[in-house]
């Protein structure tokens, strides 16, 4: 019995042991962009894999506020992402209740079109999305960010897969008495949906505010970049000469920061609807 519990504790320990190393692996990097965004710069390029600045220092944040764009790159990120998830989320729900519940011709067909785009790398759209944009004269400004990110065929997806896990015998319930299907959908089946809804919500916005390549076809003007191609914009050398991995790093950092909070603040959300997607998987 004794043997058996300490190989278990042993087992338990290793276990333990292994999970810390990869966590800090996962980590390290994010300890190392942090720390050089608060060196200087010539330490920061001679020490650059220290995880502790010597000297410290906040100069980098404070090149990054006041010899770039950041705030208005922050401002139009704030602005797509805003309207991206509110769009994704309220658009992919409304395709993937109809794909799931409605019936209509085509219906299945027009489900294999979604999981068609699904595996459709993205890189080979660029020039046709490009060209698009072009067409319908709205290249270069904030519709051509906001449009074609509206509705992502992951998320229509996903939203379908949860609704054909909600008994029908709701929507039949509230249809005797006497709603339709936008009343079925709006009040009674999305109110059910809120962990797929949170899970899509994060995804999305994650997705929208790092989104890099995109912008890289749909504007051109500095006035409408967002936080990522300012920040490439900064990476390859707008500023001049020098490495500037403060300034850099700092600007990565601040990227960073509303999508950690995102997470944070929602992860139990997010969790519990990964959760019972597998159990009704």
């Not at 608060?38 to 944040?61: I, M, V």
């Not at 076809?217 to 050398?237: C, H, M, N, Y």
Request: glycine letters at 8%; charged letters at 15%.
């Amino acid at each position: 019995m004794k043997r058996r519990d300490s190989r278990s504790l042993a087992s338990t320990f290793a276990g333990y042991f292994v999970l810390v190393f990869f966590a800090l692996v996962f980590l390290y990097p994010f300890v190392i962009q942090v720390a050089n965004s608060l060196k200087t710069e010539p330490d920061a390029a001679a020490n650059a894999l220290s995880p502790l600045p010597h000297p410290f220092t906040t100069g980098g944040y404070e090149k990054v506020f006041l010899n770039t764009d950041l705030p208005l790159w922050l401002g139009n990120s704030m602005l797509v992402t805003i309207l991206v998830t509110a769009g994704r989320v309220l658009l992919c729900s409304m395709a993937g209740y109809a794909l799931a519940r409605v019936r209509f011709r085509g219906r299945k067909a027009l489900f294999s079109a979604v999981i068609g785009v699904m595996a459709v790398p993205p890189v080979v759209l660029f020039v046709p999305k490009f060209l698009v944009l072009n067409q319908f004269g709205i290249y270069d400004s904030y519709t051509a960010l906001v449009l074609p990110l509206i509705v992502d065929a992951a998320g229509v997806f996903m939203m379908k897969q949860f609704f054909e896990s909600v008994p029908v015998s709701v929507e039949e319930a509230a249809r005797i008495d006497g709603a339709g299907v936008w009343r079925t959908f709006w009040s009674v089946v999305l109110p059910m949906a809120r962990p797929a809804l949170i899970t899509l919500t994060i995804i999305s916005f994650q997705g929208s505010w790092n989104e890099f390549a995109h912008t890289l076809v749909a504007v051109q003007s500095p006035e409408l970049f967002t936080l990522p191609r300012g920040i490439a914009d900064l990476v390859s050398g707008s500023l001049g000469k020098g490495t500037q991995y403060p300034l850099k790093l700092g600007a990565a950092v601040l990227a960073t920061i509303p999508v950690a909070v995102i997470f944070v603040v929602f992860q139990r959300y997010f969790v519990r609807g990964a959760n019972e997607g597998a159990e009704k998987g």
